[in-house]
């Protein structure tokens, strides 16, 4: 069964530390990897996209690793922001040879509060 | 270039009422979805549309239909509303269906069917 497992399921950390989330996934077959960011109130905004051939991708402040072998990706933020808090949903493409799409598989995100 | 934009962004309905959940975007993109959020559970494909004049269907369409009438917009129906519809509605859209395209989001709409 495609599923995509997100952990942990929330996250309370302080202003200016470093965090770590992690994405778990059993799609197949893989095509790419996304993390967003949603705020609150808010619809996802994407943050990174990994291929199966890349380990690792920055975006300022947030660098996404992959590990195709183990399905496993995390999205780490260094020098947490108060605009930080935010939940963070990874998303894993597969090709759908059924439909003129690829699909999409939502994880149900980390929340991720950032305190002053 | 105001994106994907969704109207309205909060409704309350009676169980049986019906509505019509408005997204426009301004890219000239071909694809535009509809998806739902429930609390716990990741986003749901409610309903795709590849193109102009074109709908089909996702992951839980029942309840649900749609209309795209015009290129920039993507109705989503409520003809008889249920508690079981209460969730919060986004509608994205992408340049083309490509997995590597990346798909943009509107702010969402929250419902409650009462």
């Known amino acids: 069964k495609n599923q995509v497992e997100q952990s942990p399921q929330s996250l309370i950390i302080l202003e200016g530390k470093n965090c770590t989330l992690q994405?778990?996934?059993?799609?197949?077959?893989?095509?790419?990897l996304r993390w967003y960011k949603q705020d609150t109130g808010r619809g996802p905004v994407s943050l990174t996209i990994?291929?199966?051939?890349?380990n690792t991708k920055s975006n300022g402040r947030y660098t996404a690793t992959l590990d195709a072998d183990t399905k496993q990706s995390s999205l780490h933020i260094t020098a947490s922001q108060l605009s930080d808090s935010a939940s963070y949903i990874c998303v894993v493409s597969a090709v759908d040879r059924g439909s003129t799409l690829g699909r999409l598989y939502f994880g149900r995100g980390t929340q991720l509060t950032v305190w002053p | 270039n105001a994106g994907v934009t969704q109207t309205p962004k909060f409704r309350v309905l009676k169980t049986g009422q019906s509505m019509t959940l408005l997204c426009a975007q301004d890219m000239n993109h071909e694809y535009m979805y509809w998806y739902r959020q429930d609390p716990g559970m990741g986003l749901r494909l409610i309903h795709y549309s590849v193109g102009e004049g074109t709908t089909a269907k996702g992951e839980v369409p029942d309840g649900y239909n749609v209309s795209r009438l015009k290129k920039q917009n993507f109705l989503l129906g409520l003809e008889s509303a249920a508690p079981s519809q209460t969730s919060v509605y986004f509608c994205?859209?992408?340049?083309?269906?490509?997995?590597?395209?990346?798909?943009?989001f509107g702010p969402g709409t929250r419902l409650t069917v009462l």
């Open positions: 994205a859209s992408s340049e083309t269906g490509g997995v590597y395209n990346e798909q943009f």
């Open positions: 990994m291929t199966f051939s890349e």
């Open positions: 994405c778990n996934y059993t799609v197949s077959p893989f095509s790419n």
